[in-house]
């Protein structure tokens, strides 16, 4: 999956789920600080990517490390490389 | 002890979703009750209930902030926020320890549901979202305000049955009365779906009148049993001495609670109970029955339950009873919300300078023969007007309430 459709599709789904400005999604925009999403928003962020890209993350406690939006594009970008996910 | 008034009321119901539109619909005898005939399919015996119509959640609150709510919650915010603004309520109460909040609230039936669906569709606890847990729970509506409202002081959440809304306004009462709070936002909160009330359904409570707005009959010989209904309902409570001291508009004043159980039925109130609260409430209020100017009843169309209100009734006022007002003629049964509805209708008409009329009463049978029924809208403001609100398990709280600014 190229990169900018992986952007496109995060984006559109953060956009819609947690009602945010798309202008405000930008690659060092901080998921936490920035965007504003808090412990509980995390837990449904890992069901708002996995519905937005139809499959099921093989691991999910990778996800502890994402910081940024951009962390979160690359880790998309891997999953799709490394095909470690379950479609669903 | 304190003095205790009220400063701002909020309801959204089946009567409207603003003061002004609740307040109309109460003067003309406008009914909120409907049929949905998808309830039959459902496997229902009643397709009547409540309907509380353009009410948008989202227009109030945010996604996220509504995830971890039930409508009815977000119904309760609304009504909060409309009851803090005409109590212009100002921010160093609001967010002081001062000043509490206390909802009834007995069930989240649809968020528990909606919990298992979640569950069954994910395959794993891990995918079913964050808001699920928030929603079940019976505090939903507290905690949520809680939140939303910054709220500092005292939180809980009050589950008496029909006779929820009623203690929790109560208890409002109580807390400013002992100076434990100087403020308490207060009200109660009822989900309206056919799944939250089902099995109510399958008692027979439920009446099946085929017209819907002549459904819900209290104390007419005719009534053939409730009409299911929710929303939420708001008030500001607070000290006559820091109503005074910032210059609020004091609607009315609380002067008396009272509160018992039957120790009989789970279901059948008995013909003392309520009795006992009423005298306890006046008591209170240092008034005697012949006091009372007005009854604004729990009356809720069943044919045990209004015989049972009649019958305590009597017991308290004996042959000169006040005139009975019974809006669930209008509304259906507000089940946990009603008690704190009816000290909102109360204010509306006493704000707006009339008495809503009983729709549908003809004549009384079946055990009400003789009460006083107000059976249309008169142009007199409430004045001094006992609540009464009975539930399952026969728990009863009743409020005095005494309109207008005290001397």
Redesign the interface.
Known sequence: MQEKEIKDIVDAALAD???LDRASLVDDAHIREDLGLDS??I??L??VI?NAFNF?LED?SKLAGIQTLGDLYRFIRDIYEHKSFVEK | MHRVVITGTGIVSVLGCTREEAASALYHGRSGIVAEPERLAFGMRSCLTGSVRNFDPARHL???QR??MPDCAVQAHAAVMDAMAQSVLPEEILRSDRCGLVFGNDSSVIPALDQARALEE?GST??M???HVFRCMNSSVTMNLNILLGNRGAGWTVAAACASGAYALGQATDAVRLGRMDAMICGAAQEIGPQAVAAFDGLGAFSTHPVPEEASRPFDADRQGLVPSGGAAALVLESYVSARRRGATILGEILGFGCSADGESLVVPNATGLAAAMRMALSEARLLPSDITLVNAHATSTPLGDAAEAANLRAVFGDSCPPVMALKSLTGHELWMSGAAQVVYTVLMAERGFTAGTRNFHCGGGGTEGIPVLDRTLDIPPRTVVCNAAGFGGSNAVLVVRMGCPA
């Open positions: 789920e947690f009602e509980l928003d837990v449904d890992v069901i996995e099921k999910r | 945010s996604r996220k995830k971890t994910a891990e995918g979202g964050s808001g």
